[in-house]
């Protein structure tokens, strides 16, 4: 086994390299139209040249065959015509009908004998004269030249009367030979004789070789000719499609000014005036849909300044009215109360909109220096110390002894613990919420986990969006605005830094703050892990099978109409 081993990892070694070009020529071929459009004409054009290649070599080769066959049979007519006479006086007896054998078969072997063979283009032959009754001394057939290589078959269809050819290959000392034998019975006064000739057929092959050699080197030739056409012919289309390609990844990048070149009249020309309308309708588009963003930007800061003249001079007289509330009837008093309290919201809410705003305009610059992030998780729980008392909610503390430091604005990122803070104690039910903080030296990480209602499917990545609100039925503690988890995300953002939530039904909800210990540095994993780890593994239980229900046909008198009812739905609650 040990003799085997090496065999066996070479040869897994190279089923993996066949294994990995095959995926390479794979994905090449699925995204090069050039390389498909090649190996398919390529292949189509392969079958052809073969069909008609064997085509014209079938015609070449019968056409030879054709030719040699009729000059042979003119010349082995011509042969017995020469040697009739001398068979005519033929004397029963082996000896002297070989004897005569030999004379005829020098009468056609001579040169300049007159016969009509000269000019019939059959080329060289042998002659063999057989006499298929007659045996010699010697026990063999009375016969004289090579009569060993006529075919049987052949020397039964003249013993029938009858002349006719055959093509055989023999064996010879010089190889094996293809030969053309042309048989016919020449008449004698015992009975009748059978004239051979044998014809080679070593030149019409090797003309057919040279043919068929020639059809494969042309066939070869065609085919590369044909691929560099096709590759030239796909390359005027693929490359505008290329460059198409690559505008449009230019222009997608934000590069809005980009236009294909316009050239000739053409399909590709009218596509590329086509794109260029396109691109530009988009460009417009997109110029409409920033100024209309500047503009509500501009408008949401401009109104957010000019409510604070108002809201202070209403702020002053409510301060007054709030501090002289025990003169007043109780009603009253405890209106001056609810006053102050949504004056307090109103001043939250504005300076929400106008922190938004900023971040929007992309105005906000990060106040970066180095911090315990301890410190700042610590005064986010101080300033939520007294919302978590009066919902009775803990918040469980889970720090390092170490400093975890990084470089980051403490004012953003106390912000941020502060909106999970108070985000966890609103949708925790009253059950403890918990502060976790980790850090690797590469990233710091900041978990804070409710168990309260949690969130359905797909809510996770909704809680982020502006006054995006959740489950109608619950009523807030803290009166938030909405913002603070936009907020939040964008100071994330700002950080290079993510912002992530998770949450199902009945288990709560954490949300994760991961930010770069170095600032600028990028992001590759977080410390802390956002789904939680306690929780408990989930079964899945058979459906039951559902039985079939029964159809219930109603008639005209059974089916009535009832108007909707209305839907009155409650003020949904920002999360």
Partial sequence: ?????????????????????????????????????????????????FVLGMVLQVQITGQLLDTKTQAAIRQTEASAAAVQPDLSGLNPGPDSVKSRFTAALNKINAAGSGLDAT??????????????????????????????????????????????????TVERSTGRTTLLVVGKPVNSSAHPMHLYLLF??????????????????????????????????????????????EIAERFADGSLDERMPVVGEDDVARLAESYNEMAASIQRQIHQLEEFGQLQRRFTSDVSHELRTPLTTVRMAADVLHASREQF?????????????????????LGDLLEISRLDAGVEELAAELVDIRVLARRAHDSVRAIANSSGTTIVMDLPDHEVTAELDSRRVERILRNLLANAIDHGEGLPVEL????????????????????????????????????PSRNRRTGGTGL????????????????????ERGYGAVFRLTLP????????????????????????????????AEEVELTEEEITWQPAQPVTGEREEVR
Avoid: Y
């Fill in 1 to 49: 086994m040990s003799v085997l081993d090496p065999a066996i990892r070479e040869l897994r070694r190279g089923i993996e390299r066949a294994r990995r070009q095959a995926a390479a020529f794979g994905d090449l071929w699925r995204r090069s139209l050039q390389l498909r459009v090649v190996v398919s004409t390529l292949a189509l054009s392969s079958a052809v040249v």
């Fill in 436 to 471: 976790t903080l980790r850090g690797d030296g590469d990233a710091v990480a900041v978990t804070v986990r409710d168990r309260g209602v949690g969130l359905r499917a797909g809510e996770a990545d909704l809680v982020f969006n502006r006054f995006w609100r959740a489950d």
């Fill in 329 to 349: 009837p109780g009603g009253l008093a405890r209106s001056t109360e609810l006053l102050v309290d949504e004056l307090d919201r109103f001043e939250s809410l």
């Fill in 200 to 245: 080679p057929l070593t030149g019409e092959q090797s003309t057919a070789e040279v043919v068929q050699s020639t059809l494969v080197v042309g066939g070869l030739v065609l085919l590369l000719l044909l691929a560099v056409i096709a590759n030239l012919v796909t390359r005027q289309v693929v490359r505008p499609v290329r460059q198409a390609a």
């Fill in 517 to 548: 210990c170095r600032h600028g540095h990028e992001l590759t994993g977080s410390p802390l892990p956002l789904e939680p780890a306690d929780l408990p593994a989930v079964v899945a239980e058979p459906e039951p099978e559902e039985e079939p």
């Fill in 484 to 503: 603070g988890l936009s907020i939040s995300l964008e100071d994330a953002r700002l950080h290079g830094g993510w912002l992530e939530a998770w949450g």
């Fill in 119 to 168: 000019s019939s283009g059959a080329g060289a032959f042998e002659p063999v004269l057989f006499d298929p009754v007659g045996v010699g001394s010697d026990g063999l057939p009375t016969a004289v030249g090579p009569w060993q290589d006529v075919p049987p078959s052949l020397a039964k269809m003249l013993e029938r009367g009858s002349a006719g050819w055959q093509i055989a």
